[in-house]
């Protein structure tokens, strides 16, 4: 429809998953490492999570796109599968014959000889399974099965498995515990902030053989906060911006367009929030509220203010306007109401706990949430105090414990510098100087992280958990991987040298404390604090 009047060579808002179209954010980028790895030599499953509407597939596809050509890929969608219907689908996928009726076995067999044959020629294969969250847990331990046919060094088969959040509370039930293990890389996708929604809709435009301009600052700041930065629904606005920009003769789209397309797709969404007569913009509000404290003009405090309290709600060329200058602020003491009024809402503990786990990927239970040490889940939850050096060590995203005005509030903590923190307070992403962070928080705060074994581990042990353990010793201590699944006397090396780092007792036996402790240290699949940027 709007095509041609754009002058667009093809619809820049599609909400087909096209990997061509795939921006690369921060995010994207980490996901396509981190699940990368994950499948690299020795991995068997890797997983990807993330709402509706993040990006998912889209990642997915550009993996694809991406692999070697000794990798032969096979991708199946929406699954609601029996056992059978999982084997029967693989065959298809990768135009393997087997007979009409063909039993559980003969299907395993069928299979089970593609992959050796694979191997032969030098091909390795890899299966991506979306909307993964619908397979039942008897598929599920059916396709961990499958990955059982490995050489000394490789799985012959391995698999990518995408889904929203439920799929990781799926992988916490007890007869999946196997399955989970097995999970040598996983990334849960955020929403996009607002600089890169921005960026996001440009890219789109730009690729699309548009003008980056043609929606201002103002807009796209606009999209980006009522769509909650998803992908899907960034595309479904902007898509019908330009239908209303095209119906009424407009060329750029005009900010009206923009607030009716919003309304228009967004009053179907839980997460609108209907724009309110009358009310100034954040930053202005801000600046007017810092005016009758600091006593500086409106221009001044433009210039002092907005950098510091940069929600991920802040156009970038805005920040590149107003430089921060952050001491004024910090020698003042003064709280924006903004701020005041997040933390006001955010004093449920509880509630804190599960927004600290969906950070993490995981959607957590109700006895997740009450944060019990030495819970059965796949995942422990821990109440600590100590600093924020103690909290970088970690390198994982905690709930921090902020006091103001006497009432208790929690805001979990994603990304941090040496200069900012990054928060997640209720449902706002709010950036500010640590300078300012410190007269909130004195040091309390709850980590999370995940269980990999139940039992100690001794010398002579074999199997997976045995595996595993060596796995992670050798990556938190630089040393080379074992070629046997046996609690040899190598292994018993690492386990010794890894207690007298960490200052436990010295018996070359994984007892409890040895395995809690490689579980918090290692954090392979944990979240990271820290930018791949600030990592490097």
Known sequence: MYKQYFGFTELPFSIVPNSRFLFQSQRHKEAMVRLKAGLGEGGGFAMLTGEVGTGKTTVARAMLRSLEDNIQAGLILNPTFSNCELLEAICDEFALNYPQDASLKQLNQTIYQFLLDSHANGIQTLLVIDEAQHLSAEVLEQLRLLTNLETESQKLLKVLLIGQPELQQKLQM??????????????????????????YIRYRLDFAGGESNMLTNKSLKYI????????RLINLVCDAAFKQAYSVGEKPVSHASVQ??????????????????QVSPKPAYLVYALASVIGVTIA??????????????????????????IETIVEQQV?????????????????GIGELYKVWGFQPS?????????????VSCEKLNGSLQDI?????????????DGIESYAVLHRLNEQSAQLLVGNENIELPLEFLTPLWKGEYHQIWRHYWNISLKPGMQGEAVSLLDRHLSHVLGE?????????????EKVKLFQRWQGLSVDGIAGKNTLRRLEKVAREDAPSLHLAKEQA
């Open 480 to 492: 080379p991987l074992a070629q046997s699944d046996v609690y040899d006397q190598v292994l018993k």
């Open 392 to 404: 970088r060590l970690g390198n994982a995203p905690v709930l921090l414990t902020l006091k103001s």
């Open 224 to 231: 980006a906060t009522q769509t909650l930065g998803i992908p």
């Open 260 to 277: 009716v397309a919003c309304q228009e797709v967004m009053s179907f969404q839980t997460s609108f929030q209907p724009p309110q007569a």
């Open 335 to 351: 709280m924006p109401e903004s701020l005041k009024s997040q933390l006001s809402l955010s004093t449920d503990l509880e509630q």
């Open 300 to 325: 001044a405090l433009s210039y002092v203010f907005t950098p510091t309290l940069i929600s991920e709600h802040i156009d970038a060329q805005l920040a590149q306007q107003f430089p921060p200058k």
């Open 174 to 199: 007890p007869q999946l515990r196997q399955l989970a293990q097995r999970i040598t890389g996983r990334y849960h996708l955020l929403p996009l902030n607002d600089q890169e929604a921005a960026q």
């Open 366 to 378: 109700v006895l997740d949430k009450l944060c019990l040490k030495e819970s059965e889940s796949a």
